[in-house]
């Protein structure tokens, strides 16, 4: 059922070697491209290529998960109707509408959230490695939710709460949402200065 690599004792050692090696040849790159992760609610017109989404949907298929339950499938909707529709069953998921994709998070149940966070950010940092922007609508209330799983139909024990729009940001003001129509409306911008963010050792111990 499972896929697996055929790496074992020294040969898996050399590989993961050559990862590290690489990794540290280049750490702060990569921490600066993890951090530069945004959401994305304008999209251009310009399509996904079917290489690129497959290696968005090849990288989110190797999200680690408790036990290697892999609780999870996904749909994929190129569909511009059912985009639309989809775009109506959250209460902040109007963005889905102008999307060239969308990748639906199929859950085993509705008790892996964090399992179901790690897929989103995995497949969120995907995207943006290919200069792909994205943005997590919620299907939200449970009538919406009724009305999602309907559209794609999933049987109604399957978890569907997550769903990510995916396309190239329509300009660069799509990357700031302080620079947007609107504003942040009420969404507080930047990140907690780290001094609020971490304790040391006890809760609430500051460096």
């Known amino acids: 059922m499972y896929e697996r690599g055929a790496v074992d004792g020294l040969e898996w050692r050399t590989m993961v070697g050559a990862m590290t090696a690489d990794i540290?040849?280049?750490?702060?790159e990569?921490?600066?491209?993890?951090?530069?992760?945004r959401s994305v609610r304008r999209f251009a017109e310009t399509p996904i290529a079917d290489d690129v989404?497959?290696?968005i949907l090849e990288t989110a298929r190797w999200t680690g998960s408790a036990k290697n339950t892999q609780p999870w499938e996904l749909i994929v909707v190129r569909d511009r109707e059912?985009?639309?529709?989809?775009?109506?069953?959250?209460?902040?998921?109007?963005?889905?509408?102008?999307?060239?994709a969308a990748v639906c998070l199929v859950m085993d149940d509705d008790h892996k959230r964090l399992d179901e966070g790690r897929l989103a950010q995995q497949i969120m940092a995907a995207a943006w490695a290919h200069g792909?922007?994205?943005?997590?609508?919620?299907?939200q209330p449970e009538a919406n939710v009724a009305r999602a799983?309907?559209?794609?139909g999933l049987p109604k024990e399957r978890g569907l709460s997550t769903t990510i729009s995916l396309g190239y940001p329509a300009d660069p003001r799509a990357l700031r949402r302080s620079l947007e129509p609107g504003g942040a409306a009420g969404v507080p911008i930047g990140r907690k200065s780290m001094h609020d963010f971490v304790s040391w050792d006890r809760f609430d111990q500051r460096g």
């Open 24 to 28: 540290e040849t280049s750490e702060f």
């Open 30 to 37: 990569l921490s600066q491209f993890v951090r530069s992760v």
């Open 53 to 55: 989404l497959g290696d």
């Open 82 to 100: 059912l985009l639309r529709e989809l775009s109506e069953c959250g209460t902040f998921a109007g963005h889905l509408a102008g999307a060239q």
């Open 132 to 139: 792909i922007g994205s943005c997590i609508g919620t299907m």
């Open 149 to 152: 799983k309907n559209l794609l």
